[in-house]
DNA sequence: GCCGTTTTCGGCCCGACTGTTTTCAGTCG
């Protein structure tokens, strides 16, 4: 796999699990948060249907569980406001209303205690080994009293595991071989990975001769933050030689199966690749279909059957008696079209507020990276950064951008060198004297990404910040401080008159850490009265605003700032997984700063300093 | 467990592949 330059973050990190005990007790000030109360949702699900329960009942609790994590608000915002009631949720009735206000009130859901009670939590474990799911789970723990991952490989290896009734010697082998591979598959790849292969295996395919054509499925093509596995689907008249190929790919592993219309491979990081041959008349279809999100098709397949239409990945049917009569499926548009829906953009088919848009006709024109003017988070070698500032705006205009902010970092990052008033004002200086050089087609601001101190209050004193044009400020120091006490410094720094933009502002960093304790609603209010911005990062470890954030810092009307935090020059490339971030937010052009030019960026920026 | 102008009960998306079967269950996406 082609490396990926990644700022401050580095890749290869395992993920950070918490079980739900740590979940609900994390911290002194407990708090039941969305994220929370979707795991524990999550978690009955799996104890469910480890269980045999009704597969509804399940699928009732994971979408109960989705709703609540992608809610762009949170729980306690809706439960505090009379006017609303949790049941308005669509897919929350009664019961679920109930168990979320008991879990906020709480802390903890009597049932979840009980089927866990029921259950050791360890054989869920076992349900996530490739091949087995909760039926084999259950046998293998009802039979031969199997709980953990080193019971289930001992019995495998004593040839226990194939005197059990639907097992034989090569599930056997299957699950020996899925405990060694169970921790690299569950782990979800950032998307700039998965891109990269993506890139790898067009290529490769694009050498076969019969591939009339090729896309890319799933959550890849959806845009999401991090990727499972890999879908690809061909239009070809020698499926053979389709496969063929697939298998000879660079970093194949192995060949997990291989049908006639489907083959699936791991490579050596553990990424699962599928692929999938289909006729020219179902391609849209099988696009459709295998884009996702599951939910997303959920909905679409429920309006199809009032329609009297079947959707699979063939095409779009008609039911006519006995018959099925194919209407459509070599597009997408036409899909789409037979339920008179618009062909979503991929990254908004989550199931969320697309229909509820498509309804009243207000699909957002979503932004893209033509819409980028500038990128106003970068770093030099002046601290951590790896290029030096001429380098940083000759890469800038390369990339057609007609301004940036340079941002170092401020000096209690002594890591990284940051800047103390002396060396930044005589960066600013230096910055002055380009821009008088450059002229008017391109303008570098100055900047800074001013550290907010443990102890609160900014890095910099304020003479110093009220002479940028440009200041960020940022929480790296103190992570572990309560909900109130990061909060509180947050909130500071966006009553501060010179900070312009809170940068990375939850601190998560994908499979690594999670954000730290901060009331996000909060801030939203904070921003949005004192005229500020939030940052979405665009590393692709950090993607920070998260898209479900991103959606309710527009509902408070605060305009979001797409940067890339370069710290080298290839760096600035990270503008388009901002860009993929902002979209699944059904974010536009509008709802961005620096899609606007730099007299209007510089009005924004006098607003936010009138206001505070 | 959710949902409803066909319904408050009876539905809930659908097909490929594998292994263990001998017509299908389980898993996966």
């Known amino acids: 796999m082609k490396a990926i330059a990644f700022a401050c973050v580095h890749l290869g990190g395992r993920r950070v699990e918490f079980s739900t005990k740590d979940c609900l007790y994390r911290g002194s000030t407990f708090r039941m948060t969305n994220s929370r109360i979707a795991d524990i949702f999550d978690e009955i699900a ?10 509804f009942r399940v699928r009732a609790y994971r ?25 308005d949720l669509e897919g929350i009735g009664k019961d679920l209303a109930e168990k979320i206000q008991t879990l906020v009130e709480t802390g903890a859901l009597k049932q979840h205690q009980e089927l866990l009670e ?13 091949g087995l799911g909760p039926k084999k789970a259950a046998l293998l723990y009802k039979e031969l009293n199997i709980a953990t991952l080193e019971q289930l490989k001992a019995a495998c290896e004593a040839e226990q595991v194939r005197q059990l009734k639907g097992f034989g010697a090569k599930t056997e082998q299957t ?6 591979i169970a921790a690299a598959a569950n782990e979800r790849i950032y998307w700039a990975e998965a891109d990269s292969v993506a890139t790898e295996i067009r290529e490769l395919l694009g050498t076969c001769s019969s591939i009339e054509q090729l ?13 499972g596995d890999l879908d690809v689907l061909v239009v070809s008249q ?18 997990i199966g291989r049908g006639d219309t489907k083959m699936s491979i791991r490579t050596h990081k553990g990424l699962q690749i599928d692929l999938r041959v289909v006729p020219a008349e179902s391609f849209g279809a099988a696009l459709q279909y295998f884009t996702g999100s599951k939910d997303h098709n959920v909905a679409i397949r429920g309006l199809a059957k009032q329609r009297g239409l079947k959707i699979n990945e063939y095409g779009v049917y008609r039911i006519d008696g006995d018959k099925e009569v194919y209407v459509a499926g070599a597009t997408e548009e036409a899909v789409y079209a037979t339920l008179d829906l618009p062909c979503f953009p991929p990254e908004l088919r989550e199931a969320r507020r697309e229909f509820e848009w498509a309804a009243k006709g207000e699909l957002p024109e979503l932004i893209s990276i033509k819409d980028i003017r500038g990128d106003l988070h970068m770093h030099t070698t002046a601290t951590d950064g790896r290029a030096s500032l001429e380098e940083m705006v000759a890469a800038a205009r390369e990339r057609g951008l007609s301004y940036i902010a340079i941002t170092d970092h401020s000096q209690r990052v002594s890591m990284a060198r940051g800047l103390n008033a002396a060396r930044l004002l005589a ?6 004297a380009f821009n ?30 009220a002479e940028a044009d440009w200041v960020l400020a940022s929480v790296h120091y103190g992570q572990q401080q309560s909900r109130e006490q990061i909060t509180q410094r947050i909130l500071d720094a966006i009553e501060n008159p010179w900070v312009t933009a809170i940068a990375h502002p939850t601190g998560r960093i994908l499979n690594r850490r999670e954000a730290y304790e901060v009331d996000i609603d909060a801030v939203f209010a904070a921003a949005a009265e004192h005229g500020k911005l939030l940052e979405l990062n665009a590393n692709p470890a950090r993607l920070d605003l998260h898209d479900v954030h991103c959606a309710a810092a527009k509902s408070h009307g605060i305009p979001i700032v797409i940067n890339t935090d370069a710290h080298s020059i290839d760096g600035l490339d990270c503008m388009r997984y901002g860009i993929l971030q902002a979209r699944r937010a059904g974010l536009t052009k509008e709802d961005i700063a620096n899609t606007r030019t730099l007299p209007q960026l510089r009005s924004l920026i006098r607003k936010g300093r009138s206001k505070t």
């Open 175 to 180: 699950i020996l071989h899925g405990i060694s």
């Open 427 to 432: 960066q600013w200086a230096e910055i002055d």
């Open 436 to 465: 008088k050089r450059l002229g008017k087609e391109f303008t570098v601001l100055k900047g800074i990404e001013c550290d907010i101190l443990e102890a609160g209050g900014m890095d910099l004193p304020d003479d110093v910040l």
């Open 46 to 55: 799996d104890l469910l249907e480890f269980q045999g329960s009704n597969p």
């Open 238 to 255: 020698d499926v053979s030689e389709v496969m063929q190929r697939l298998g000879e790919y660079s970093d194949l592993a192995e060949v």
């Open 215 to 227: 896309e890319f499925a799933g959550s890849y093509r959806r845009g999401k933050e991090t990727v």
């Open 118 to 130: 029921q259950v050791p939590a360890t054989v869920l474990d076992i349900m996530r080994v490739p």
């Open 63 to 87: 979408n109960g569980a989705r709703i609540i994590r992608d809610l762009p608000e949170s729980i306690h915002t809706v439960l505090a406001d009379d006017s609303r009631k949790l049941t």
